[in-house]
């Protein structure tokens, strides 16, 4: 099966940037649409940022539109979130999750993923 290793988490400044990894590993992996998922404290898991498998096309959150940027490594291992001019919102949890199938348009609600990593802290604090 899918297995999502996430890593890059950490404490940064407001105004800060971090770069997200999401480690894929498996043998439909590179056909697979990522999404980046996030959890705060107190509130529901939000859909971040996808990425689809079929055409590469990629999709963002409102709330992180020109401020996130996701995309792939050139071996389809990786899949990375960068994440610019950080908020202290943007304090939470972040997930990276692998749809259940193969070669679909990605989506920013969480049913369609089956695959889950563990999860990175994200701290956005002076």
């Known amino acids: 099966q899918l297995r999502l290793v996430e890593s890059g988490g950490g404490l940064v400044q407001p105004g800060g940037s971090l770069r997200l990894s999401c480690t894929t590993s498996?043998?439909?992996?590179?056909?697979?649409?990522i999404g980046w998922f996030r959890q705060a404290p107190g509130k529901e898991r939000e859909g971040v940022s996808c990425?689809?498998?079929?055409?590469?096309?990629?999709d963002y959150a409102g709330s992180v539109k020109g401020r996130f940027t996701i995309f792939r490594d050139s071996a389809k291992k990786k899949v990375y979130l960068q994440m610019n001019s950080l908020k202290p919102e943007d304090t939470a949890v972040y997930y990276c999750?692998?749809?259940?199938?193969?070669?679909?348009?990605?989506?920013?609600?969480?049913?369609?993923?089956?695959?889950w990593g563990q999860g990175t802290q994200v701290t956005v604090s002076s």
């Open positions: 498996g043998f439909t992996s590179d056909y697979n649409s």
């Open positions: 990425i689809s498998s079929s055409d590469g096309s990629t």
């Open positions: 999750a692998a749809d259940a199938e193969l070669f679909r348009d990605c989506v920013l609600f969480s049913y369609p993923y089956a695959y």
